[in-house]
């Protein structure tokens, strides 16, 4: 696995835990945490590399909201955003590195 990847992946399991430890959400915390991911989803979509697993975290942030699990769909919602930065950063640093890997 590439340093870069590992990077992506420490990151993420740092804002995931950092969600889960938070103290009782509002619904104005799971909409702005909501909002976030959204935002960085159409992003990842604008550099056509969205995520499936994105896609299927902000559907479970969205259901918990809609249940009044305001806790879980925060902690869903930060994971969501987090997958997206993700993909953003996998598009934006393999841009032109593909070119490192091509037989010449």
Do not use: P
Not at 45 to 57: D, E, H, I, K, V
């Amino acid at each position: 696995m590439s340093a870069a990847i590992k990077t992506v992946l420490a990151a993420s399991a740092l804002l995931i835990a950092a969600a889960t430890c938070a103290l009782a959400a509002s619904e104005a915390d799971y909409k702005a945490a909501y909002a976030a991911a959204e935002a960085a989803n159409k992003e990842a979509g604008n550099l056509r590399n969205q995520w499936t697993t994105t896609a299927s975290t902000l559907s479970a942030a969205k259901k918990a909201g809609e249940a009044g699990d305001f806790d879980t769909a925060v902690a869903r919602a930060k994971e969501a955003e987090a997958l997206a930065k993700a993909s953003i950063f996998q598009a934006t640093s393999e841009k032109e590195r593909w070119k490192d890997m091509e037989v010449r």
